[in-house]
């Protein structure tokens, strides 16, 4: 697509469910990016994917999350039993994952609210 | 590890005044910075990079190794300049950016 598509844009959930959220990264970009988005906590890194293989998933901040891509495309980002304060936006980016870096394309992020 | 510092997490300009936005980073090797803007209601997107020296708005970053600092600048305020700003760091050849924390600048008219 032209852009980095995200969905849901909004998404509430009860505490304790799970969510999926989706990310549909630019075609032909090769590496693809999870950040969180809190207020006052600037952007956090989650995890990075390099085709289908996630080299960095430094970023999870527990074993209640998770995360795949498939087809060297789409990814999925799964939080599992959610509690409040998973509540955020949460984004995601894609490049070229070349040695030309020119920066990320971010999607509009999807935001977060557990009830 | 890496850091990326933004002091102000606030700042109001009047139009037509010089804009700094300070960004300091802590880093051992060679970084590479960016700034990232993001508007009202829409997605965060890439302003400039220090690789490429370019000036984009009107806006311009200088890397400063001895200060590890790459202050973002402005010598004339705009209304349309009002917006969430983040410097972002990482080092060559690895594409994990790390950001601050950002800094919301207002442009009062």
């Known amino acids: 697509g032209a852009g980095v598509s995200q969905s849901p844009s909004n998404k509430v959930t009860e505490k304790g469910k799970d969510v999926e959220l989706r990310c549909d990264p630019i075609?032909?970009?090769?590496?693809l990016y999870w950040y969180r988005q809190s207020l006052g906590q600037g952007l956090e890194f989650l995890i990075y994917?390099?085709?289908?293989?996630?080299?960095?998933k430094s970023g999870l901040p527990s074993d209640r999350f998770s995360a795949e891509r498939t087809g060297g495309s789409v990814s999925t980002l799964t939080i599992q039993r959610t509690q409040q304060e998973d509540s955020a936006v949460y984004l995601c980016?894609?490049?070229?994952?070349?040695?030309?870096?020119?920066?990320?394309?971010f999607g509009s992020g999807t935001r977060l609210t557990v009830v | 590890a890496q850091r990326v510092t933004q002091p102000e997490k606030l700042l109001s300009v009047f139009k037509g005044a010089p804009v700094e936005l300070k960004c300091n980073y802590s880093?051992?090797?060679?970084?590479?910075l960016f700034w990232y803007v993001q508007y009202s209601r829409q997605r965060l997107q890439l302003l400039l990079r220090?690789?490429s020296r370019e000036s984009i708005k009107g806006f311009t970053a200088d890397l400063n190794k001895g200060e590890t600092s790459f202050h973002l600048k402005k010598p004339f305020a705009q209304e349309e300049d009002s917006a969430m700003y983040y410097c972002?760091?990482?080092?060559?050849?690895?594409?994990?950016?790390?950001f601050g924390t950002g800094t919301r600048l207002t442009i009062i008219p």
């Open positions: 980016a894609s490049s070229f994952g070349d040695r030309n870096f020119y920066g990320y394309t």
């Open positions: 220090h690789i």
């Open positions: 972002a760091l990482t080092n060559f050849g690895n594409e994990k950016l790390t």
């Open positions: 880093y051992s090797g060679s970084p590479e």
């Open positions: 075609s032909g970009h090769t590496a």
């Open positions: 994917f390099q085709g289908n293989s996630a080299p960095d």
